[in-house]
């Protein structure tokens, strides 16, 4: 019998990533807001633990003079999660991750992420592994970005990464999870966490990517991009929450021309 006690499970469940706990499923990005303000406020109102920042486009320290994130997000409040955007070769992507570790004290854990073209930003997924290897041989912590080919996935869990992040479609394009049944592969084959990555649109596209089994969902345009990102920043917080819960619960099976009344058909008074 399910009692109220299931429910301190659901609401103390951990993402683990690199055998380290976060409290947040919910991974956001630190690009397209209006300032560091806006930022800070959007970061806080998510309840994110972990924050993605590109290295070729935000300051961390490598501009002197210049105001820097790490002022608006001190390391000491999120763990920071470089990542190589930008980048279109195996060796570009592996040379910033490298600059980022050194801005950040050694600092292990990344994003993998190379393009494969300027006008989809789809993986290239051949200097993906390629980049993934020297990384993984260079004592990184890789969390990749990678399509949704569950070949692929499964050839990156082999080289060492401590995540798979498939998209769910293009970056930027708030399309929302155009293949569900190629996630589900990857997730059933996945001995380390799945988490979606680009595409979520809105708050029910991160719900559903929870309700699938994934076990975190990463966006930045969808929460900066919004007409009121503060506000859409807590409905993700919301969304991957609640789609989580769901995941936990285990939802009723569907049945296809067979109603159930939902109120008890014995026992009734008269």
Known sequence: MNTAADLPAAVDDRLV???????SRLLVGTGKYRDFAETRAAIDASGADIVTVAIRRTNIGQN????SLVDALPPSEFTYLPNSAGCYNAEDAVRTLRLARELLD???LCKLEVLGDATSLYPDVR??????????????????YTSDD?????????????AIMPLASL??????ILNPWNLKLILEQSR???LVDAGVGTASDAAVAMELGCAGVLMNTAIAAAQKPVLMAHAMKLAVEAGRAAWLAGRMPRKLYSATPSSPTTGRIG
């Open 127 to 144: 200097e993906t592994l390629k980049a993934a290897e020297t990384l993984v041989a260079d004592g990184f912590d890789v969390m990749v």
């Open 106 to 108: 050694g600092h292990k």
């Open 64 to 67: 002197a003079g210049e105001p």
């Open 171 to 176: 970056i930027g394009s708030g399309m929302g």
């Open 192 to 194: 380390v966490p799945v």
């Open 150 to 162: 569950p070949i692929v996935a499964r050839e990156l869990e082999a080289i060492g990464c401590v």
């Open 17 to 23: 990533i690199a055998g380290r706990p976060y409290r």
